[in-house]
């Protein structure tokens, strides 16, 4: 059987750009239409659709393969599950080039240092934004949070959303929200939709 290579790229925000990770990943062997990716997505969070999807398209004798231990999660413990869920299948972890052996000793100590690292920094980064919001809160800079869509967007999003021309991972990358915002989003534009209906019938 031919070992396939199945890229996995995340990043935590809508903002931030994959394109290093998919060129580090492509440099690596992965063909491009191999590399599943979650864009707004924290590293704890293992529910991640991109995530499920590459775990899923991993068979035995294949790859996956991640740019950094980090972009493939945060948690210590989701990362050892994830490790564990491969070697079950039979897939082998490529981090970067290095081959995660679980049999060996210090391949094992190795894996558990990174994901105790890429755990810590996330502490550290929620550690830091908490101090930077109360700081700011105290000098009176932080303000609510704004819309990310007007109501003019919220309702062109409900009108491609009922339209059935569009899947939810589509209407994400128009929007350029989240799963979870995108879906808020919608709730939000019903509303609306209710309240002027409510008004026109008065």
């Avoid at 239409?33 to 991109?50: A, E, S, V």
């Avoid at 995660?100 to 000793?105: A, E, I, L, Q």
């Avoid at 994901?115 to 810590?120: D, R, Y």
């Amino acid at each position: 059987m031919t070992e396939i290579l199945i890229g996995y790229a995340r990043c935590s925000t809508q903002g931030q750009d994959l394109r290093a990770q998919r060129t580090a990943l492509k440099r690596l062997g992965v063909d491009p239409d191999r590399i599943y990716t979650d864009k707004g997505f924290t590293g704890r969070n293992r529910l991640r659709p991109g995530l499920r999807e590459a775990l899923a398209a991993c068979r035995q004798g294949d790859q996956l393969v991640v740019a950094k231990l980090d972009r493939l999660g945060r948690s210590a413990v989701d990362l050892r599950a994830i490790a564990d869920e491969l070697e079950a299948k039979g897939t082998r972890l490529n981090i970067g080039g290095s081959i995660h052996d679980p049999t060996d000793p210090t391949g094992k100590l190795f894996f558990g240092m990174l994901a105790l690292m890429a755990e810590f920094e996330s502490d550290l980064i929620r550690a830091r934004t908490k101090e930077g919001m109360a700081e700011a809160k105290k000098a009176g800079r932080l303000k609510g949070k704004q819309p990310k869509l007007s109501a003019l967007q919220h309702k062109r999003l409900l009108d491609d959303y009922e339209s059935g021309q569009y899947s939810a991972a589509q209407l994400c990358e128009i929007s350029g929200l989240s799963r979870s915002a995108m879906y808020a989003a919608l709730r939000r534009a019903r509303e609306e939709v209710g309240k002027t209906r409510q008004l026109e019938t008065v």
